[in-house]
């Protein structure tokens, strides 16, 4: 049995690819927008095309015996889903309802979503669990809560079955670093004060001072990316064994940090000063996300074994080579 990885290129797929490889095959569908073919373990069999091409699906589907589907494949960068709405609706909606269609054609049952924090818009609680309402307050996170939501109602009506896996902020690179973040641009924190740290920026910008928080910039709960890789896997296992099915998880560390502290903590890994500009708000960056993650250590046994100093670390030692 196989497991399709769309977006296996991208960051957090290529990681999962890699954990994965070891003991399942794996075919990667991924069409190179964001994503770059280095990061794909060798192990794997890579298709370039795009999801949303049915052609191209009816080939995997049949040349290979796919038992589940973890899905990556996104555009995620919410300043650009507010500009560029459709481009958002076609890729991230649109694009997986033909994925999710030849499933059902093609009788593949099992589907893992990478969603995002972002459903929860502006969350009235600083510890979010899987009940906290879900309102977005960007195309991105809609985006994202509308396959949501497609998942719940063809569960209902098909043998198909799929968990939810709603990441906060994904940091950090693979322990034999041989693969890391790559986003061109870059956009997220951990990356660019590092990138900065090496002198490849001049400085760092701190979007926003005046947050309702102890030091007045935003606090997010950071993720390594293996245990978001280990999340997959134990989510298939849960639902392969019938275990768990149509669940939907929080993937965090339960700790929330400042983008000031952020900086700090990298600065002592790095051993290098920061040159930091105190800049606007960022529009659609809430105060604070952090994930209360005990619904899938329940249900799954899964538990994070990086902290912030790991994380920074594995990222420091990837973007140093
Ligand atoms: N990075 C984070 O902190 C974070 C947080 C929450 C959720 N997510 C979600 O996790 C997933 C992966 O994020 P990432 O940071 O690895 O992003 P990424 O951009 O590195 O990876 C996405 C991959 O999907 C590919 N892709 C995009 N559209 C495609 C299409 N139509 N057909 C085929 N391939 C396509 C890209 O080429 C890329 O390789 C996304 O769905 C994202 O929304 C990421
Ligand atoms: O140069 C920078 C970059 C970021 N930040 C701040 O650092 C914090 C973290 O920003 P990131 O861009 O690293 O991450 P986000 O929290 O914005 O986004 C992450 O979480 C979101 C859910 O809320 C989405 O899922 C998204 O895909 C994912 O990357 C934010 O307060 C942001 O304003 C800065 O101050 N300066």
Redesign the pocket.
């Known amino acids: 049995m196989a497991i399709l990885v769309c977006g296996g290129a991208g960051y957090i797929g290529s990681h999962t690819v890699k954990e994965l490889v070891d003991t399942y095959e794996v075919v990667v569908l991924d069409n190179l927008t964001t994503g770059f073919e280095s990061l794909i373990d060798e192990r794997a069999t890579f298709v370039k095309g795009d999801l949303g091409d049915g052609a191209v699906l009816d080939r995997i589907f049949t040349d290979h015996a796919i038992d589940a589907v973890f899905h990556f494949a996104a555009n995620?960068l919410?300043g650009e889903s507010v500009e560029n709405p459709l481009k958002y609706y076609r890729n991230n909606v649109s694009a997986t309802l033909v994925l999710l269609e030849k499933m059902i054609e093609h009788n593949v049952k099992r589907f893992i979503f990478s969603s995002?924090?972002?459903t929860y818009g502006i969350p009235d609680t600083e510890m979010i669990t899987e009940e906290t309402a879900n309102k977005p307050i960007n195309p991105y996170g809609r985006s994202k809560l509308m396959v949501e939501q497609v998942l719940a109602d063809i569960a209902h009506v098909h043998d198909f079955q799929y968990v939810v896996l709603r990441?906060?902020?994904?940091a950090g690179a693979h322990e034999s670093g041989t693969i890391g973040e790559s986003h061109d641009p870059e956009?997220?924190?951990?990356p660019?004060v590092l990138q900065h740290l090496l002198g490849q920026r001049e400085k760092?910008?701190?979007?926003?001072t005046d947050y309702d928080t102890a030091d007045g910039t935003?606090v997010?709960d950071y993720i390594h990316v293996t245990d978001l890789a280990r999340a997959h896997i134990l989510s298939y296992e849960g639902m392969a064994k019938g275990e768990i099915a149509n669940e939907t998880y929080n993937l965090g560390n339960g700790a929330g940090y400042s983008?000031n502290e952020i900086i700090k903590a990298c600065e002592a890994i790095a051993e290098r000063k920061a040159t930091i500009e105190y800049a606007d708000r960022?529009a659609g960056?809430p105060a604070t996300?952090v994930a209360s993650s005990t619904k899938i250590a329940a249900a799954l046994g899964w538990k994070p074994a990086f902290d912030l100093e790991a994380i920074i670390s594995s990222a420091w030692a990837w973007h140093s080579k």
């Open positions: 995620s919410v995002t924090a972002a990441y906060f902020n994904a956009s997220h924190l951990i660019i760092i910008s701190v979007f926003g935003c997010r983008v960022r960056d996300l």
